[in-house]
T-cell receptor
Framework: EPEVTQTPSHQVTQMGQEVILRCVPI?????FYWYRQILGQKVEFLVS????????KSEIFDDQFSVERPDGSNFTLKIRSTKLEDSAMYFC????????????FGPGTRLTVL | AQKVTQAQTEISVVEKEDVTLDCVYE???????LFWYKQPPSGELVFLIR??????QNEISGRYSWNFQKSTSSFNFTITASQVVDSAVYFC?????????????FGQGTTLQVKP
């Protein structure tokens, strides 16, 4: 069964460093998303992406964040200068039809900022 | 304002008991969708169900059933004859609007522990 994959599973970085979280969505999906989950809290929407453009972004998704689809398979989230409060689990999701249709999530990348 | 409330933070049951997880939502839109996701201890989010605002029919899938009531803005999830493998965090989520970009609004989650 096709699935969303994410690498790395765990990333440890120093405050102020740049990190890139990588995702490979399901191959025939066209809509991509990033969410984050601070430990013990709810899952929060960060950004949606379609047709090489951001469709919507949340207040969390400030200038330190960017997304890219550098090739036909990868979808990346970059945090330019990490802060302690960026420590969280980051989930990538993809959807075949977008909108209100179901999203399939990857296993997550745990980001720890020291 | 758009909001999803899962008032039960943690529930603990003994195997084979039935358990209901509550979800109450707030939205001003007449078109919206409700979802349930399961997050097992391994951490991934597993899609369980999607229901649109125009379909109030209850749904059953094996031991799982969902009760959608617009009058009370609730979308509750019942597991019948619970099993240890059902132990997980369960999230209810909302997406709203006909032109929605896919943004899901999640509740706080309910941690279900099923003891043998």
């Amino acid at each position: 069964e096709p699935e969303v994959t994410q690498t790395p599973s765990h990333q440890v970085t120093q405050m102020g460093q740049e990190v890139i979280l990588r995702c490979v969505p399901i191959s025939n999906h066209l809509y991509f998303y990033w969410y984050r989950q601070i430990l013990g809290q709810k899952v929060e929407f960060l950004v949606s992406f379609y047709n090489n453009e951001i469709s919507e972004k949340s207040e969390i998704f400030d200038d330190q964040f960017s997304v890219e689809r550098p090739d036909g398979s990868n979808f990346t989230l970059k945090i330019r200068s990490t802060k302690l409060e960026d420590s969280a689990m980051y989930f990538c999701a993809s959807s075949e039809r977008g909108g209100n249709n179901e999203q399939f999530f990857g296993p997550g990348t745990r980001l720890t900022v020291l | 304002a758009q909001k999803v409330t899962q008032a039960q933070t943690e529930i603990s049951v003994v195997e084979k008991e039935d358990v209901t997880l509550d979800c109450v939502y707030e939205t001003r839109d007449t078109t919206y969708y409700l979802f349930w996701y399961k997050q097992p201890p391994s951490g991934e989010l597993v899609f369980l169900i999607r229901r649109n605002s125009f379909d109030e029919q209850n749904e059953i899938s094996g031991r799982y059933s969902w009760n959608f009531q617009k009058s009370t803005s609730s979308f509750n999830f019942t597991i019948t004859a619970s099993q240890v493998v059902d132990s997980a965090v369960y999230f209810c989520a909302l997406s709203e609007g006909a032109g929605n970009t896919g943004k899901l609004i999640f509740g706080q989650g309910t941690t279900l522990q099923v003891k043998p």
